[in-house]
């Protein structure tokens, strides 16, 4: 079996190694091409965009592609839509990988919102020394002359190109992160207010914890609607026992073809 692994993930290079290493199935792992220096899963990678929908259907079927995952961020909604577009046109089985998102817990004082331009917009009412781990993409929400007066600590893994905050130093880093490691950055640059978006997942959420520790608003921006229809797992482990099912159903598919008609 082939299978193409839409990543991009902490759960993508997870299942990859389980695929590989556990299951001896050929893998190809899929990266935008976003992060410079990307850490690379085991098997096959390829970097770069498909040409939307039909371009990434051409690729399954050139590829003979038996089996598709996208296991990318639940905040890359594009690629998530193309992949069940072009799954269902290459006719080739679909998979979601989305690890569930966060839940407030007693003690946390979080502020939901849709988007980064209605974070920036609640963020005045919330706090002036702003922890903002949504990533370098998006920052021109938090470029504008009316929040000209807050400050922003900007974490993310490369550097942010403008229009970015007016006030702000970057932080450049990569999770999995720290409960000692962001009590500290809370501590240390005053943070009055964190923003992130709901990604889920162990690897970013002691922010949170650290957060509710001493009373600091979180705001968090809500997700994305995917696409509907499209069989979903929470975990790589599950994901294994997905394709191998699929890979029992072509063995039984191909016994029934080489077996003689009675
Ligand atoms: P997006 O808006 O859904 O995708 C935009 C375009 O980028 C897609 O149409 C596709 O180009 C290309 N693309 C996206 N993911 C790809 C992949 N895994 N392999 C090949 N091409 C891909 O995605 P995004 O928000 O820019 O995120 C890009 C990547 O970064 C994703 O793979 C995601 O897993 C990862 N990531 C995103 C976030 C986030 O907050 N958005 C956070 C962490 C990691 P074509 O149409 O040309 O195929």
Known sequence: MHVLILGGTTEARRLAELLVGEAGLRVTSSLAGRVAAPRLPPGEVRVG?????????????????????????????????????????????????????????????WHPVDSLEQAARVLPGLGER???????????AFSGADLAGLWFLVRSVDAPEPPCPARMEVLLDRGPFTLDGEREILRSHGIDVVVTK???GWATAPKLVAAREVGVPVVVVRRP??????????????????VSLRGEERVARGWSRSSPRT
């Open 198 to 200: 709901d990604s889920g």
């Open 225 to 242: 609607p995917g696409p509907e229809g499209v069989t979903g797992v929470a975990t790589p482990e599950e994901a294994l026992a997905w």
């Open 49 to 109: 965009g498909f040409g939307g929908a039909q371009g990434l259907a051409a690729w399954l079927r050139e590829h003979h592609v038996d089996a598709l995952i996208d296991a990318t961020h639940p905040f890359a909604g594009t690629i998530s839509f193309n992949a069940a577009t072009a799954a269902a046109t290459a006719h080739v089985p679909l998979l979601a990988l989305r690890r569930p998102g966060w839940v407030a817990g007693v003690g946390d004082d």
């Open 130 to 140: 702003v922890f903002l781990t949504t990533g370098r993409m998006g920052l021109a």
